[in-house]
């Protein structure tokens, strides 16, 4: 059966899904009310001052459920609906804001303080019950699709089949970003030339040789980059900049002190974060977890190094942002994206764990040296900004188009139409729903409708 045609089927039981949830949106929420882990990047820079009392709880709760609302009905519950592969969203969102809504005491330890300790049991109890209720929700979700009168489950893997013949461009725009256009037509060119090659020796997978292709263009334009640029660039400051010698070193001293006591304070959480990360490992690995809608179906259908390499390049994208923001808040971000790239590479959940439970120790240790490597060279800050940039770009297009076919599949003309008007709806109304979800919201939106149709007797493409 051919990928775009293939739906996605749970891999393992209702008890073991739930309980995997129940386990995962536990702990993360008790590390989210102690300020150890946050999901959004967004909310991590507000913990140290909550922490501090500077800000008060209810306005990083508030904070915390203004940008969980949109990421979680906008688009992790669109794609974990559309392609039966959890999103982690639709969990840790929730968790970020259960976990900082609830009471603490910093100053102690969780069990030191009635606060803390009603805090602690509250965050597990309550992340508990949310992880139950997604699985129950999704797989409740699944079975009513499967008996639709016109099935939704084939229409909606559907969505995703532009995305997985697009996602080369990742490093071909991130190319067109940094190095220019004609770098980027460059790129472009290689990626064409490794797709129809592949293609030629009877490879089934070219979208894969042309990222493969690509990435060693954008590779060879960073590796020249690093040995002509070098290190941070000379100080504009031209013979100022020895009598600005003293400050800058006092400075540098002072962030370095404030770097190595937030690191500590993460070392003494590796337990209970390296859990976490352990069961994310597993559910990564099984799959029913997925970081981003590509890699996860690309897992799910048996496409092992394709999905490695999508999480790959979003963790290039986003570890510099996450390591830095981990290193300067004393938080680490709840996924890295590293992480789903060594869980689908492990042979079973148990091994995922394990795996991902060392990873979290090594990324732990690896922050104040990661933080020095990215100062001393900010042109991978810098491409990794145009990777996400890019990313952004191409999936938006990717999941509108993969959404007007899949409502062309059950709905003509109409379905497309719809997808178009909506589109432009959603710009109108200054995006309620995010413009990477359109498309299959969109799609999902018109199944249903469709369904209603052939319920009350109405003619169906």
Known sequence: MPL????????????????????IGSLSCVLANRGISIFHDGLRPLIPDMMAGRIPRSRVARTSFDLGLGFVWSFSVPFSIGLNVPIVHIIFMATDWFGVSMPADYQQPWYA???????????????????????????????????????????????????????????????????????????????????????????????????????????????????????????????????????????????????????ERLKRAILPNGVLYGLMGAAFNYPV????????????????????????????????????????????????????????????????????????IVETYSLLPSERLLERYPVIREVADFMRTAQGHVMEIAFLVGGALAANSIAGGFGVAAIIALWWLNNRAHFPVMPVSVGALGAILVGLLINLFRLIGLTVH
């Open 113 to 263: 303080t009635g606060i803390s300790r009603r805090g602690t049991i509250s965050s597990a109890l309550i992340g508990a019950v949310w992880g139950v209720v997604i699985a129950l929700a999704l797989r409740g979700i699944y079975e009513v699709f499967r008996r639709f009168p016109v099935p939704l489950l084939t229409m909606t893997a559907e969505i995703t089949a532009p995305a997985l013949a697009t996602f080369f461009l990742f490093p071909v725009l991130t190319i067109a970003y940094h190095y220019g256009l004609r770098a980027g037509f460059v790129s472009l060119g290689v990626a064409a030339l490794a797709w129809y090659v592949s293609m030629t020796l009877s490879s089934h997978r070219p979208a894969t040789w042309a990222f493969l292709a690509a990435a060693a263009v954008l590779t060879g334009y960073f590796t020249v980059e690093l040995a002509t640029r070098g290190e941070t660039a000379e100080s504009p400051f031209g013979d100022a900049e020895s009598d600005l010698n003293w400050v800058n070193e006092q400075t540098e001293t002072d962030e370095a002190s404030f770097f190595a006591a937030n690191v």
């Open 4 to 23: 775009d045609r293939a739906a996605v089927e749970f891999p393992i039981s209702l008890l073991v899904m739930a309980s995997l949830f129940a386990a």
């Open 289 to 360: 977890f997925a970081n981003e809608p590509i890699q996860g179906v690309l897992y799910a259908h048996g496409l092992v190094i394709p999905a490695v390499l999508v999480a790959l390049s979003w963790g290039f994208a986003y570890m510099p942002m996450k390591f830095t923001t981990a290193a300067a808040t004393g938080c680490m971000a709840t996924g890295s994206f590293l992480d789903a790239a060594v869980a689908m590479l492990m042979p079973n959940p148990v091994v995922a764990f394990v795996a991902l439970f060392l990873l979290r």
